[in-house]
């Protein structure tokens, strides 16, 4: 085992407490969630960034030497990838996400070119216990519930498709929530690991952020995410004490990463007094409430996105398909204001306003 002195440390590795200086050895576990110490092999024009462990963003030159961490992706809008059978140093892999994510780029995006080329140098080990242990998020993981018994209110906030605007949905109705009194926790629970969105939640007014990340997530892709999802609650009702939980269902509502199985789940959808959706386009909402109405069997309490942008979407939603349409951008007190209608006053111990 050697010491080798990296440029940075993706967010995704921040929870193993990995600093710049990093012991490295040369057998790397390739499976998800373990950090490997990698150098840029190129410089790039676009998606050229990495987000670091004090959340600021790095561009990635050539010759950079930084911790990644092993998982898979599989973005509409992005790149797909998975973690390789086995890897060794001198091995080339791919950065998948900004975040960090270390693997093998099976599909390129035509907007963001082919994937930045890395090179494996080893994996990048932590001292635990008086023993060098191979560092891994999974170590640092919130315990899984199985079934969730109590919860406070949950708002769910899920779009059509990426990039439909949930986050700024996200961060509104905290900020609003939050000037009405109330103690608002959020968490981000699906996605691939990127600490950007929470961050800006919490600039929000959040009490408590968590994410996926904090599951042993490092993308909810090709897993049954419910009992993670519902730790990440359980965690965030003990530890922070709020009165409600504003979660963000990162992708689409369709697709691999497991949005679709947790609108499902009878016990989230018990505890939820919201279901948010961001749209970019009328056929999204349409196809949203036959799901949420077909499927899901839960109702949707306003739309909002691009869709709403103006009058022609928002009157379309109101008047042909009867749900709210309100732009959390241009009117984000009403939006704000529905939402509480559907909580309890902060002030009433429970009783409904």
Known sequence: MTTIQVTYVSSTAAKTGLVREVHLSDY?????????????????????????????????????????????????????????????PGDTLHVLNLGGIIGNCVSDHPELGPALRVKVLGAAMVESEDMWVHARLQDHALQEVETLTDSV???????????????????????????????????????????????????????ATATFTDAGIVCSSSKVMTPYVKGLIHHLCETAQPDAIVIELGDGIIGYYGVDELLQDKELQKFCVANIVAAVDLAGVWAAQK???ERYHAD??????????????QQYIQQILGIPAINARKDPGEFGDLIASKLPDPTSNGTEA
């Open 291 to 293: 799901l949420f109405k």
């Open 153 to 207: 209110p949950l708002i769910f906030i899920c779009g059509t498709a990426m990039e439909t605007g949930k986050t700024w949905a996200a961060c509104e109705l905290v900020q609003r929530l939050t000037r009405k009194g109330y103690r608002i926790a959020a968490a981000k629970a699906t996605g691939a690991a990127l600490m950007r969105d929470v961050r800006l939640i919490e600039r929000h007014g959040a009490v």
């Open 28 to 88: 790397v576990v390739a499976q998800e969630g373990y950090c490997v110490v990698v150098e840029a092999l190129e410089s790039k024009a676009i998606y050229n960034q990495i987000e670091c462990t004090d959340g600021e963003f790095r561009t990635i030159a050539k010759g950079d030497v930084f911790v990644g961490v092993l998982g898979e992706r599989k973005a509409l809008k992005g790149y797909s990838g998975q973690v390789p059978r086995a890897a060794r």
């Open 300 to 313: 949707i309490a306003v739309i909002t996105g691009p869709v709403t942008d103006n009058s022609v979407g």
